[in-house]
T-cell receptor, first 115, second 111 residues
Framework: DGGITQSPKYLFRKEGQNVTLSCEQNLNHDAMYWYRQDPGQGLRLIYY???????QKGDIAEGYSVSREKKESFPLTVTSAQKNPTAFYLC??????????????FGSGTRLTVV | GQQLNQSPQSMFIQEGEDVSMNCTSS?????WLWYKQDPGEGPVLLIA?????ELTSNGRLTAQFGITRKDSFLNISASIPSDVGIYFC???????????FGPGTSLSVIP
């Protein structure tokens, strides 16, 4: 059963701590994305990776870091430099170049709260 | 950068009513997508449109790819409580381009 797994579903962090959100996929998709969603807001792109060992900054990359050492995994680290990290984080994957465009497949999200 | 506009921003409707929402862009897209996000979950693809003028249905949902390629519309007939959520439109130029998302329309259904 192919899909995307984001863990944990809920995460609490103390101010000044780094925290890493997990995103794993078994869809064999090349591209992976991280989005941030604030209450009542749309999706804002943090980082994306179109191939292993390569990634690009999105619109709001400051205070975040990523790695793409394996095709299946694209973890996101929220660093202490991110001033307002409380948000809902979504991971998505894509299979660029396939015959029909179906857009992105999303995980179920991780809700991060700074306490 | 490219932007999509969605209207209305939010809707409160009675159960059983029909719903219409739209999405506009200053750029041409070759694929239009409609997603629904349930509270606390990730967005799920509802309908994909590939040709200008195309009308596609998925149960009570019907979406249209605008003739100008710069807009798309989503209609929901006979709304039910489980239709509650945020509806996002999205556009793509080619399958190699990033998906551009609209800001979403929040739908609330009053039983």
């Amino acid at each position: 059963d192919g899909g995307i797994t984001q863990s944990p579903k809920y995460l609490f962090r103390k101010e000044g701590q780094n925290v890493t959100l997990s995103c794993e996929q078994n869809l064999n998709h090349d591209a992976m994305y991280w989005y941030r969603q604030d209450p009542g807001q749309g999706l804002r792109l943090i980082y994306y990776s179109q191939i292993v060992n390569d990634f690009q900054k999105g619109d709001i990359a400051e205070g975040y870091s990523v790695s793409r050492e394996k095709k299946e995994s694209f973890p996101l680290t929220v660093t202490s430099a991110q001033k307002n990290p409380t948000a809902f984080y979504l991971c998505a994957t894509d299979d660029p170049g396939r015959e029909a465009n179906y857009g992105y497949t999303f995980g179920s999200g991780t809700r991060l709260t700074v306490v | 950068g490219q932007q999509l506009n969605q209207s209305p921003q939010s809707m409160f409707i009675q159960e059983g009513e029909d719903v219409s929402m739209n999405c506009t862009s200053s750029s041409i897209f070759n694929t239009w997508l409609w997603y629904k996000q349930d509270p606390g979950e990730g967005p799920v693809l509802l309908i994909a449109l590939y040709k200008a003028g195309e009308l596609t249905s998925n149960g009570r949902l019907t979406a249209q790819f605008g003739i100008t390629r710069k807009d798309s519309f989503l209609n929901i007939s006979a709304s039910i409580p489980s239709d509650v959520g945020i509806y996002f439109c999205a556009g793509m130029k080619t399958s190699y381009d990033k998906v551009i998302f609209g800001p979403g329309t929040s739908l609330s259904v009053i039983p």
